[in-house]
């Protein structure tokens, strides 16, 4: 009988998982660097979160990058003195180029070094990097998990409502004008990511019906592209506690009877839509996976 692998999971902070618990998970979790007038910054590490939304409203230049090469190699080296293999499940290629440099170093590494790809970001990064953790618990190797994670790799949406277009007029997503535009008639954008794509979704005129837009399409979510599946919805924020708890009891309200959770969205994301952004996410549930998953 062949022996059973041993097979070690990594991701990166833009899963929202941080590193006290990803060593509570037994995973390993890169940081993911931002910079604030062109100095260097991990969230939880160098800096609060308090301390970065005061220095964004402060106006202060904020920009993102990938891990470091040479952090990446050594998380590999070290990792695989003690393990067989290794899944790395970083943000989606098509949002960061975090992906196609972990491939390139991979080659390196005669299959050892699973590198996925399957288009998910913050909560739906988070539940890949759970189920992933389940299967390779349940005996999997790591090129079956990374098969079974792309597979299904368009079976999540996230709906996203900023405050401002400020940020995404900054990172060249929306034009001047059109940010004084929609600042003067308080039109709140919604987005969507499903796959590589950050795509306009909607417009909303003020908060409460911006929010209204983020539970209707998951509303249309469920009836459509997921009807008759399992899936699990989640809620995301750049708040504060309050802006939190308050969004997830309209979730919860909305969906009667699902286990809601509601994470605060990483600072590098944070970089890109703001502060006071609000989030939801619809995924269908991996059945490849046990369905016990670890609560973090």
Avoid at 125 to 148: M, P
């Amino acid at each position: 009988m062949a022996q059973r692998q041993s097979v070690w999971i990594l991701t990166d902070s833009n899963s929202g998982i941080t590193k006290a618990q990803g060593e509570k998970l037994g995973i390993g979790v890169l940081p993911m660097p931002f910079f604030i007038d062109g100095k260097e910054y991990y969230e939880n590490v160098t800096m609060d979160r308090d301390s970065f939304f005061s220095a964004m409203a402060e106006g202060k230049k904020i920009t993102t990058s990938q891990p470091s090469a040479q952090a990446l190699l050594n998380a590999f080296d070290e990792e695989l003195k003690s393990h067989d293999s290794i899944v790395y499940i970083p943000m989606s290629g098509g949002l960061s180029g975090s992906v196609r440099t972990a491939q390139i170093f991979a080659k390196d590494y005669d299959g050892k070094i699973q590198v996925v790809d399957n288009h998910r970001i913050s909560c739906t990064q988070k539940q890949s990097v759970l189920e992933a953790l389940s299967l390779a618990n349940s005996g999997k190797s790591a090129k079956e998990i990374r098969e079974i994670l792309e597979r299904h790799s368009m079976d999540a949406s996230i709906y996203i409502a900023v405050e401002t277009l400020e940020y995404l007029k900054k990172g060249g997503r929306i034009t001047p004008a059109g940010a004084a535009i929609a600042t003067v008639l308080n039109l709140k954008p919604i987005l969507q990511i499903k796959g590589d794509k950050l795509d306009a979704y909607a417009k909303a005129r003020g908060v409460a019906a911006a929010k209204e837009k983020l539970l209707e399409a998951v509303e249309k979510d469920k009836a459509t592209c997921f009807k008759g599946k399992h899936v699990s919805i989640k809620g995301a924020y750049c708040g504060t506690k309050e802006d939190a708890a308050l969004w997830k009891s309209e979730i919860e309200a909305r969906f009667p009877g699902a286990t809601v959770s509601v994470d605060p969205l990483a600072l590098s994301i944070a970089c890109h839509i703001g502060p006071k952004a609000v989030a939801i996410v619809c995924m269908q549930e991996l059945e490849e996976a046990p369905h016990i998953l670890y609560e973090i």
